[in-house]
């Protein structure tokens, strides 16, 4: 990497009594870049995201902002961060531009940045409106407006898009695409949506359980596996006994017994048809909807932790 990192996580673990919600993490991001921490329910993102912004202090490891640990440098560092959490209460009494006054006071700024963030997010003409009557996307865009007040240099979103309907998304991710350009700004970015991580990111975390399970761009995550692709196919009864894991193009199968789906990762899709028709029995292993494809990054969550990132 050509650059120093501007955030270094060094065997970070944070664990809760039984859980392992952090279980070691190492991480080194450096300036400019867009990272996506993906992962499902309770996979330690927030946990991670919590202790980068000095909300949580780690059991163990260290975490660096730009050379420096919180302990001794909470001015700094809170001039220099921008902070969405994964849920924002306003005051209900507040109008738009009221409540974006009150953050740009407790900052020391002036009234001009209040326009300014009004536009970024695009809720001018939300500037009279009670937060309590905005709508869900409104509402993350005036918490993003809140995380720019200071001009942040990193800006960490926790889940910034999560419950909005594709067209709210599309108009967080715009506003996303424009800080982007500028390109002194470091974000990390939790999500469970896969395509807003790699629409947005440079680089992809996959978490589980605590732990990093995979990282890298999109390309790199998906070219690891380069040679996998994917057969899927709704079956009747027990996939196991179709014993398709002694031909050589069997890689990996999952199985989903509610949708009696079965997920196959193969070397080569065109090799592998022909065996697989030939095991399906019709009285005991009825195929339908047949499917083939290249691995996508769904694929790739499934075959890291044998289950899918959003059901
Ligand atoms: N303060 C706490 N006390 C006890 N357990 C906690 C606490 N905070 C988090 N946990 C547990 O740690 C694990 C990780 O939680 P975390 O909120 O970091 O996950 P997440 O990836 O952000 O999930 P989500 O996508 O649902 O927001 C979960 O099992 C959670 O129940
Ligand atoms: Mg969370």
Known sequence: M???????ITGVRKYFRDVKAVDGI???????EFLALLG?????KTTLVEMIEGLQKPDTGEILIMNRHWKGNEHFLRRILGISLQETR???KLTTSETL???ASFYGIGEGRIEEILELVRLQDKRKAYTVNLSGGQRQRLALGIALMNSPSILLLDEPTSGLDPNGRREIWDILLDLKKNEHTTM??????????????DRIVIMDKGKILALGTLEELLT???SDEIIEFIVDGDPETLNLNNYPWFKKLNWDPYRKKVTLLVTEILQALPDILDRADPDNHKIIGLECRK???DDLFVSLTGRRLTD
């Open 2 to 8: 050509d650059k120093d990192p501007v955030i270094q």
């Open 26 to 32: 190492d991480l080194s991001i450096p300036q400019g």
């Open 40 to 44: 499902p329910n309770g996979a330690g």
């Open 90 to 92: 306003f005051i209900d």
């Open 101 to 103: 006054r009150l953050f």
């Open 188 to 201: 990390i970015l939790t999500t469970h949506y896969m395509e807003e991580a790699s629409f947005l990111c």
């Open 224 to 226: 690891v596996n380069q």
């Open 295 to 297: 691995m996508t990054l």
